[in-house]
């Protein structure tokens, strides 16, 4: 069994230890901008190939708390590298350091890249390191003087499903949409809208979960190179999540916009991600939002003021949202936004709230269901 940590974006810490338990992890805790959880090779691979709401699956090599840079060096040198670098592989190193005593990052890098050399001297009984094999990213983040090192098995991040490789202005990151259709509790019976859906993102994502369809079937992982992992582990945890899809579900999305561009760019993103059939877009002013059914989950990232709009023409935007999407029976809305307006300018309370971030950009998610 190894140990595991997931960065995530804050206010999803819930939702990914949830998800990685039902991946079957053991030991899942949720921190806040993080969760660290247990398991084997196989977990590895499939929260890697599954997660749909983490940025990221890390080794946690360790952690100690460090005042000085002798405190860092013996601190990672004690910890146990050689159960994971060989000696012909890669061990970059970068990180970040937040309110501690060691704050140069550049000297942070220099002294855990030195003690990991020495410490696997000691255990390959050899001089000098190549660094030709395999990658193994070493992370490491100190806060409060509290540093954790980890290894990255990810490679690119796991927002990066591979079906958008172009995105029109301010695009939602992938894991951020795929956790709005979850906390819109979004079914494979549902049908999704977004009146303004720019690339499709959110509707790519409702369709991939609706589908279940594992986010990272159509990309490539750093640790698949690494001898810890077998390349029979990572088959079979593609053929298991490919069994564990349900293409015959009812679901059905409509997206709309009025920048034709950025629908073209929709159209190709649903065509890459395997479900363009049940994605129906049209060009749309939102003002003209006509429901195709008689019941629906509106999930919408309008523009706000830090985005693409100015402040006064974006509250303008969300006081006809307010007239368009009204209370009724079999219908709910979800506003993601930064604008601390949004209530007042949309017309009603929420029905629930929840900080979200977009980015570096702190959010509200609005949601309207009664």
Not at 39 to 58: F, H, K, M, P, S
Not at 118 to 140: C, D, M, N, S
Not at 155 to 171: E, I, Q, S
């Amino acid at each position: 069994m190894f140990r595991f940590c997931v960065p995530c974006l804050l206010g999803l810490e819930g939702l990914i230890a949830d998800e990685l338990r039902n991946l079957g992890a053991s030991d899942v805790n949720a921190e806040n901008g993080r969760v660290l959880f247990s398991g084997d090779a196989a977990v590895l691979a499939r929260a890697n190939i599954c997660c749909r709401y983490a940025e990221r699956i890390q080794v946690f090599v360790g952690s100690f708390e460090a005042h000085s840079f002798e405190d860092l060096f013996q601190g990672t040198k004690a910890l146990p590298w050689e159960e994971w670098i060989g000696k012909n592989d890669a061990f970059p190193v970068k990180g970040y350091s937040l309110n501690s005593d060691l704050f140069s990052v550049s000297d942070c890098q220099s002294i855990i890249k030195k003690a990991v050399v020495e410490r696997l001297k000691l255990r390959y009984r050899i001089p000098w390191f190549e660094e030709t094999g395999a990658l193994y990213q070493i992370q490491f983040s100190i806060m409060k003087n509290v540093v954790s090192l980890l290894i990255d098995t990810s490679g690119y991040g796991l927002h990066k499903r591979g079906y958008r490789p172009a995105a029109n202005a301010a695009p939602l990151k992938e894991t951020l949409a795929a956790s709005l259709c979850n906390i819109s509790r979004l079914r494979p019976y549902h049908t999704l809208y977004d009146p303004m859906c720019g690339s499709g993102t959110i509707l790519v994502e409702g369709a991939l979960m609706a589908r279940n369809i594992a986010p990272g079937l159509k990309r490539h992982f750093t640790a698949e190179k690494w001898s810890q992992v077998p390349a029979e582990i990572w088959k079979d945890e593609r053929d298991r999540a490919k069994s564990a899809e349900k293409t015959d579900e009812p679901f059905e999305a409509f997206g709309s916009d009025i920048d034709e561009n950025a629908l073209k760019i929709a159209k190709e993103n649903a065509l890459r991600a395997g479900v363009a059939d049940c994605i129906h877009l049209t060009k749309k002013d939102l003002r003209d939002f006509a429901p195709e059914s008689e019941r629906g989950t509106l999930i919408v990232n309008p523009p706000y003021g830090e985005r693409l709009l100015d402040a006064e023409n974006a509250r303008k935007l969300y006081t006809d949202m307010g007239k368009l999407f009204i209370p009724k029976k079999g219908w709910s809305y979800t506003v993601i936004t930064a604008d601390d307006e949004f209530e007042r300018c949309f017309g009603r309370k929420a029905d629930k709230r929840r900080k979200l971030y977009n980015g570096m950009i702190k959010c509200q998610v609005y949601m309207y269901f009664k």
